[in-house]
């Protein structure tokens, strides 16, 4: 016959979940009700009694306890040999298309801003140098026609101060009307946007009412519990179930009757 397996340290949180799913049942609070101790430290003490009995308590349920670490070694075992994708399969996978280059999105806009920048150049600069131009030609023409020498290139530079002057005029009324246009047209035409990439929403698992079971120590390499791992999970129950109706209830039954019987004798 062989000896019962010892509650172990990954389990011990399970014990402690059906101990205090114990405590909280009906039975037991009438029970402190009719002994007249309720409160929150008898509540304390049978769990602390109960956590120092824990071994002699988990022996109750020592069968459903042996088939859960079968299954679950099982589970373990069967995880740590099972085969992975091969390599030929990763390097046949179609890969994603790769986004463009922070260099490319740069120069793009370069590409078809350059003769766009051309004419706003030159709708500021024609005027300013034929406005310059006109200033210095009249100036010099009206002096050596105030002097009253070279009055040829006097008339010369007075004719070409007047021309400068209506190329001036004309390409800065050209410039405005471009600005004036450019304004509009930025105005009316709605912004860019991106199109923002699609994503999935994330896969909310349903809620399960047990936690997952613990891995098993010293497995090599670690086991991944899956969720439809239905053997695992309902060994888990039966032990969980044997442990509180067989171990825990009958040892805080005892523990109650006894202290009910202590009181009525002191």
């Given at each position: 016959?062989?000896?019962?397996?010892?509650?172990?340290?990954?389990?011990?949180?399970?014990?402690?979940?059906?101990?205090?799913?114990?405590?909280?049942?009906?039975?037991?609070?009438?029970?402190?009700?009719?002994?007249?101790?309720?409160?929150?430290?008898?509540?304390?003490?049978?769990?602390?009694?109960?956590?120092?009995?824990?071994?002699?308590?988990?022996?109750?349920?020592?069968?459903?306890?042996?088939?859960?670490?079968?299954?679950?070694?099982?589970?373990?075992?069967?995880?740590?040999?099972?085969?992975?994708?091969?390599?030929?399969?990763?390097?046949?996978?179609?890969?994603?298309?790769?986004?463009?280059?922070?260099?490319?999105?740069?120069?793009?806009?370069?590409?078809?801003?350059?003769?766009?920048?051309?004419?706003?150049?030159?709708?500021?600069?024609?005027?300013?140098?034929?406005?310059?131009?006109?200033?210095?030609?009249?100036?010099?023409?009206?002096?050596?026609?105030?002097?009253?020498?070279?009055?040829?290139?006097?008339?010369?530079?007075?004719?070409?101060?007047?021309?400068?002057?209506?190329?001036?005029?004309?390409?800065?009324?050209?410039?405005?009307?471009?600005?004036?246009?450019?304004?509009?047209?930025?105005?009316?035409?709605?912004?860019?946007?991106?199109?923002?990439?699609?994503?999935?929403?994330?896969?909310?698992?349903?809620?399960?009412?047990?936690?997952?079971?613990?891995?098993?120590?010293g497995s090599q390499p670690p086991y991944v519990w899956r969720r439809d791992d239905a053997a695992v999970a309902t060994a888990r129950d039966a032990w969980l179930r044997a442990l509180l109706h067989r171990g825990i209830l009958p040892f805080l039954r005892e523990r109650l009757k006894m202290s009910h019987t202590l009181s009525r004798t002191s």
């Amino acid at each position: 016959m062989t000896a019962s397996p010892g509650l172990q340290a990954e389990d011990r949180p399970d014990f402690e979940r059906a101990l205090h799913q114990a405590l909280r049942t009906a039975e037991i609070r009438e029970a402190l009700g009719r002994s007249g101790s309720s409160g929150g430290t008898d509540i304390q003490r049978l769990r602390s009694q109960a956590l120092v009995e824990s071994e002699a308590i988990a022996t109750a349920a020592a069968p459903e306890y042996a088939a859960y670490l079968r299954q679950r070694a099982a589970a373990a075992a069967a995880a740590s040999t099972a085969p992975g994708p091969s390599a030929a399969a990763v390097s046949a996978a179609p890969t994603a298309p790769t986004a463009p280059t922070a260099s490319a999105v740069r120069a793009a806009p370069f590409t078809t801003a350059g003769g766009r920048g051309l004419l706003p150049a030159l709708a500021v600069l024609t005027p300013a140098l034929a406005g310059a131009s006109a200033a210095a030609f009249l100036l010099l023409g009206g002096l050596l026609r105030l002097s009253g020498s070279q009055r040829e290139t006097a008339d010369a530079l007075l004719t070409a101060g007047l021309t400068s002057a209506t190329i001036a005029a004309v390409t800065l009324a050209a410039g405005m009307v471009c600005l004036v246009v450019t304004a509009v047209r930025h105005r009316s035409s709605p912004p860019d946007r991106q199109p923002r990439p699609h994503r999935r929403p994330h896969a909310h698992p349903h809620p399960h009412p047990h936690p997952h079971p613990h891995p098993p120590s010293g497995s090599q390499p670690p086991y991944v519990w899956r969720r439809d791992d239905a053997a695992v999970a309902t060994a888990r129950d039966a032990w969980l179930r044997a442990l509180l109706h067989r171990g825990i209830l009958p040892f805080l039954r005892e523990r109650l009757k006894m202290s009910h019987t202590l009181s009525r004798t002191s």
